[in-house]
């Protein structure tokens, strides 16, 4: 119980520091603060897509179900952290650009992000036979995490987007200010713990419930 | 501090309070869960 205690402390220091301690950003002002909670929720959105595909990769190599059961809740998980990265870039582009939406190409690449993986639920729900549904959509999230380094890096760079990059690709440089900096990567840990937190409580719950149907049914 | 950027950090915190309350109470649920099926 001690982790999450920690993890609460720890976040809620965030919080506070984002506003209190870390200076307003170059020419985004006070808005430029959102990147504390944007690109941790962006990143975790990333890393929870890749586990669901290595843990797909492992159900086609060994049939274990609790495989497919940890790939469902990574997906899941994935999802929830892409939707907050929509929201709060949503947020910052109304007070950047005016509006909430504008289709530049980091949103819509982000929407297709969404819409294909929404699809990986909906093939989950259509399923009944749980070994044809782990086998069917093992194989849908490994084909749907080749398009996220593509939807994520690659298209909003082929494109001109206004989207700002903390990496400037031209010179190789990351411009952060020092005290913006240790916010960040405090943020990036604090939301590294919470995935890891809410992941363990949904495997948990997920795993119970399978050992009470597999009760039920003998 | 402005009075509108408190009044955005009060939110936030008090949103993140919230949900990390809810996110502990879950987990405890799930945790009595777990030790009932053990009983």
New interface residues.
């Given amino acids: 119980m001690l982790g999450?205690l920690i993890?609460?402390v720890w976040?809620?220091g965030v919080?506070?520091a984002s506003?209190?301690y870390m200076p307003a950003t170059q020419g985004l002002g006070?808005m430029g603060r959102i990147i504390v909670y944007h690109v941790p929720a962006a990143w975790i959105a990333v890393l929870a897509y890749l586990m669901a595909m290595v843990n797909s990769l492992g159900y086609l190599r060994r049939g274990q179900l609790h495989l497919d059961r940890q790939a469902q809740v990574n997906a899941e998980l994935g999802t929830v952290f892409c939707l907050l990265a929509t929201v709060t870039g949503a947020i910052w582009s109304r007070g950047a650009w005016g509006q909430y939406w504008n289709w530049d190409p980091r949103q819509t690449s982000i929407a297709v992000l969404l819409m294909i993986y929404a699809a990986y639920f909906v093939l989950r729900s259509a399923i009944d036979d749980p070994d044809r549904k782990a086998r069917l959509s093992a194989v849908y999230a490994v084909l749907a995490f080749f398009t996220v380094p593509f939807l994520v890096f690659i298209v909003p760079r082929i494109y001109f987007s206004l989207h700002p990059d903390l990496i400037n690709l031209s010179d190789r440089s990351f411009n952060m200010d020092s005290r913006m900096l240790k916010v960040f990567l405090a943020s990036l840990a604090g939301f590294t713990g919470l995935y890891a937190?809410?992941y363990k409580?949904q495997i948990?719950?997920e795993n119970?419930l399978y050992?009470l149907e597999m009760k039920r049914s003998e | 501090?402005?009075k509108g950027?408190s009044f955005?950090?009060a939110v936030?915190?008090v949103t993140?309070?919230g949900l990390?309350l809810y996110?502990?109470r879950?987990?405890l649920k799930?945790r009595e869960?777990?030790r009932r099926?053990e009983i």
């Fill in positions: 999450p993890l609460g976040m809620t919080i506070i506003f209190l006070v937190w809410l409580i948990r719950l119970l050992r | 501090m402005a950027l955005v950090l936030t915190l993140w309070i990390f996110i502990l879950v987990d799930v869960a777990e099926e």
